[in-house]
């Protein structure tokens, strides 16, 4: 038994990565597949369906569009994130309770009615159909994740350094700036790649605000609402590729430094 | 006492209704090694904290070195600290912790270094000058936060129960560090601890506090041998607390009769404090002395304490070396008797409260 369950469990692990990954799987194979129509058994290798996206000025348009925003994102939004975990970790004030909840509100709301909720909003005040419409929209999304992360590091700071940069002379803005800046920034990476991968997949709030000014996950819902093409597979292997090499990136500074006990 | 650096004066600190400190007046000297000792929130932390200016006096005055502190910010005052989690900076090695104080006052970077490592040389860890602080023991992180704080060469060093994380045998060398560095630098340390043993094996004058307030202050001597109040000799241990009442026969206590206070008229109570290490045991029966039962013992190296109790359950606590044990005979049955002299015992003053 002892022996068995151990195989089991590992099967089981297996059948889940299966699970998650065979879809990504096989979107990448078939973005490499000759054939038009993703069937089995497989045409010829070519790269020709890279070729066409590369050539594409729309999809190009569209990238440069989804990295600046999500460069902008991760910027506004790791800034506002740092903030507000800060002021947690710093002061004591009455309504800090529903300060902190309305801050890590956003996530709980369907995107759906965020996404319509920010384009009534936007288009209200007169900033809707802009790329930094995006921008606003998703740093208010990610902030979140970003204070999260940053929260969980400042939690293992030892509440003595600041008092103890103070105490060697530092004003307390140098202290912010030599102690906490310091000690947070494996946090303060790992939110930027969260917020940036975040922000670079996200299609339904793009969608709604962005108008003309489309973003990859808004330009491949427009190739598949049209026709079967696999470019939409290389386009997908793609955003993956970015997006999981951001993820991956948050993990190893979160792992390497925050996680560590 | 030499000229003090500094002086508190009637300094209060009050948490809302909570009074941590109750109008405390201390004077430290330049260069004096004084121990703030008591029990947990008896205020020593506080008042270190406030001498550091990270708490404010809500009354009363602080000055050191005839400036008055109460207004001067922290980081202004050049009271470093020794912190009791050593508050290291883990994202710096063990050099660039010990220079960020003279970064902060703006010296220039190979100054800096230069200074730095004559420090951490001088506490015999040069050769750790570039390794994580995270990678370093604990003692050794211990001297890296002493070279941060004394690096800028201040007046005075604040110390927060500095020793309290180490083990026992590396409590006992950096006390003989402390001291050396005190006496080299010839600088004021205030050192904040609840250890009994380490106020007494190194501070010049020891203020024990209570509840706020200061309860004694005097040498580690005086403390123990004359405790002020039955609290002092309670806190400082090893002494037995006894009840004593002046009678025909002499002064009467639980435990016997010894000589009478010569000033001491018929009838007079007094509280005796007696070190355990004046009282002498033996098995000869002495007259109107109460039998002793031997409860238990205990061995710390070459000292051990013994602990008896009468009939009628007063303890009383007898120390003594080891090798005088056999003497004794513990392990066969039959009483025990327990005399000492007046002259060894300290007569506590009628309690005020």
Redesign the interface.
């Known amino acids: 038994m002892t022996r068995v369950l151990p195989i089991v469990l590992y099967g089981w692990l297996a059948l889940v990565f299966v699970f998650i990954f065979a879809p990504i799987l096989f979107s990448v194979v078939f973005s490499f597949n000759s054939d038009r129509f993703p069937t089995i058994p497989l045409g010829s290798f070519t790269t020709h369906w890279y070729e066409t996206i590369f050539a594409d000025p729309e999809i190009g348009e569209a990238a440069i569009n989804s990295l600046i925003v999500s460069l902008s994102t991760s910027v506004i939004a790791t800034l506002l994130g740092f903030c507000t975990a800060y002021t947690d970790y710093r002061f004591s004030f009455r309504l800090k309770g529903p300060y902190l909840a309305l801050i890590l509100l956003p996530p709980t709301i369907p995107l759906i009615i965020m996404a319509l909720a920010m384009l009534a909003w936007l288009s209200w005040i007169g900033a809707s159909g802009q790329l930094w419409s995006v921008i606003i929209a998703h740093s208010v999304l990610t902030a979140p994740f970003a204070m999260a992360v940053i929260r969980l590091r400042l939690n293992q700071i030892d509440p003595n350094l600041e008092a103890a940069a103070r105490n060697l002379g530092a004003s307390e803005w140098t202290a912010l700036r030599e102690v906490i800046l310091p000690f947070c920034r494996p946090a303060i990476i790992s939110a930027a790649c969260l917020t940036a991968a975040v922000s670079f997949d996200e299609f339904a709030v793009a969608w709604f605000v962005s108008g003309l000014n489309k973003t990859v996950p808004v330009v491949i819902l427009e190739i598949v609402q049209g026709n079967i093409d696999p470019q939409v597979n290389a386009i997908g292997s793609l955003v993956f590729l970015t997006s999981i090499t951001l993820v991956v990136l948050a993990q190893v500074f979160f792992i390497s430094k925050v996680a560590r006990t | 006492m030499t000229e003090p650096l500094v002086t508190l004066t009637d300094v209060v600190k009050r948490y809302g209704d909570f009074t941590a400190v109750h109008t405390l007046d201390l004077e430290i000297g330049a260069g004096e090694f004084v121990a703030i000792m008591g029990p947990s929130g008896c205020g020593k932390t506080t008042t270190l904290r406030m001498l550091?200016g990270?708490e404010a006096p809500t009354q009363g005055e602080i000055r050191i070195g005839g400036r008055v502190m109460n207004e001067v910010?922290?980081?202004?005052?050049?009271?470093?600290?020794v912190?009791?989690?050593l508050?290291l900076?883990?994202?710096?090695n063990a050099r660039e912790n010990v220079e960020?104080?003279l970064?902060?006052?703006g010296v220039e970077a190979g100054e800096r270094k230069r200074r730095a490592l004559e420090w951490l040389e001088r506490l015999e860890i040069g050769e750790f000058a570039e390794r994580n602080v995270e990678t370093l023991s604990g003692g050794q992180r211990q001297r890296v936060a002493l070279a941060?704080?004394l690096v800028?060469e201040p007046q005075i060093l604040l110390l927060d129960e500095p020793l309290s994380a180490l083990d026992a045998h590396l409590v006992i060398r950096m006390q003989g560090v402390l001291t050396r560095l005190q006496r080299e630098l010839g600088i004021t340390f205030v050192y904040v601890t609840h250890s009994q043993s380490e106020a007494f094996a190194m501070a010049d004058r020891v203020v024990i506090m209570s509840q706020g307030r200061i309860a004694q202050v005097g040498s580690a001597r005086e403390i123990y041998r004359a405790p002020a109040s039955r609290f002092v000799a309670e806190f400082v241990g090893r002494n037995n607390i006894m009840k004593a009442t002046m009678t025909h026969e002499g002064l009467e206590t639980p435990f016997g009769f010894c000589n009478a206070p010569p000033e001491a008229s018929l009838g007079d109570r007094f509280t005796l404090v007696l070190a355990a290490d004046q009282v002498e045991i033996s098995r000869t029966e002495i007259a109107w002395h109460a039998p002793l039962r031997l409860i238990s013992e205990e061995f710390i190296g070459s000292v051990v304490t013994l602990f008896f109790e009468t009939e009628g359950g007063e303890e009383i606590k007898v120390q003594m070396q080891e090798r005088a044990l056999a003497e004794l005979d513990l392990d066969s049955d039959g009483p025990f008797y327990a005399r000492w002299n007046l002259k060894d015992a300290h007569i506590l003053p009628p309690e005020t409260t």
């Open positions: 550091a990270l910010p922290v980081h202004e005052r050049d009271t470093p600290m912190w009791q989690s508050a900076f883990p994202f710096l960020f104080g970064k902060m006052r941060r704080s800028t």
